[in-house]
């Protein structure tokens, strides 16, 4: 048991590990940049479920991960046994409160680990999250936790690019707001782990204006409305290159946006399709003239949440960590260098 702690509490081990660990990051830099559109899939998984799951199948591609992950825990056993010694020593010697200062940072360090492997264990990561401003929409993976776009409000810079940013968000839960914060660049909004962060945006149609009847209503995609004598009608389908068969059933010749109809189904059942080329177009349903005016234009937003379990431990190990080094550089006694020294 002796020659265990003896080995995982060498230096030279140390040196070693750190040496390896530094080639085995390179190769990896190396074969990301050879492979971007491999590695481009951990930016929306979890690392090590991802790792499960395809690094065998992809081995060499994913066996510097598996090295690299086998080096830093030897290296945290390594960092744990060593520190545990000299804080050991320093006690039963009853040595100066300056000697653990250098064991501050490793602390911090080790912390600042276990925040990492929690990150890269648990959680999740969703993109392409939509937001149209005054809808709530459910966040992934957490019941009962919504998120609502508030306001958006984007600087561009004379080069065209972004300047500065603002995406108003509240949280909420059972319709009762908890937290309203803005998303900034490199700013994201932080609620029990979860990170809102603001991906893109831009504008586009999300309902119709429609003339029905005389009476002007405003209906967005997927829902119903209602005319004055209480018909009630659904906007169905959306078919971009709208074509009919020879038994009547609709269908869409291509993705394209080049001849778009939707879907109007009244009450009973029965369904017209209105053409959306232009405004004007208009249909009879159930004794009611129903026309298209125009799209309703929407902002949206669009943002990735994420939800990473360690990163209070990251911060609280990055914190730890930057008050050792300042003990250790500042205050620590004869050594402290940096006080004394003189312009």
Partial sequence: MKKIWNFFASLWLTIT???????DAAWGSLAAM?????????DQEILLPWLLK???????????????IFLVVIFTINTVVCTADKVYA???????????????????????????????AWGFKSNGNVLFKGEPKPVPHTSGLMVRLDDFEAKPSPSGDLESLKTRITLLREDTGILTDDIEINGPVIYKGIAFYHFDQGETPSGLLLDVSGENVKVSFDSSFTSSDGSIFKLGNIYPDFAMDEQGRPSSRSAEFVNPHIEIISE???TSYLDLTQPGSLVTLNGKTI??????ISPYVVLAINKDPGIGLIIAGSIILVIGMVLLLFFRGERGELVRQKI
């Fill in 90 to 120: 320093i006690f039963r010697q009853k040595r100066p409160i300056q000697s653990l200062y250098p064991h501050i940072v490793h602390i911090g360090f080790l912390i600042a680990l276990l925040g990492h492997l929690a990150g890269s």
């Fill in 268 to 270: 009973s059942g029965i």
């Fill in 34 to 42: 050879k492979h971007p559109e491999f590695y481009r899939a951990l």
């Fill in 54 to 68: 395809n690094g065998t199948e992809y081995l060499p591609l994913t066996f510097w991960m598996f090295a690299l």
């Fill in 17 to 23: 590990l750190a040496i390896l660990i530094c080639v």
């Fill in 291 to 296: 026309r298209f005016e125009d799209f309703i």
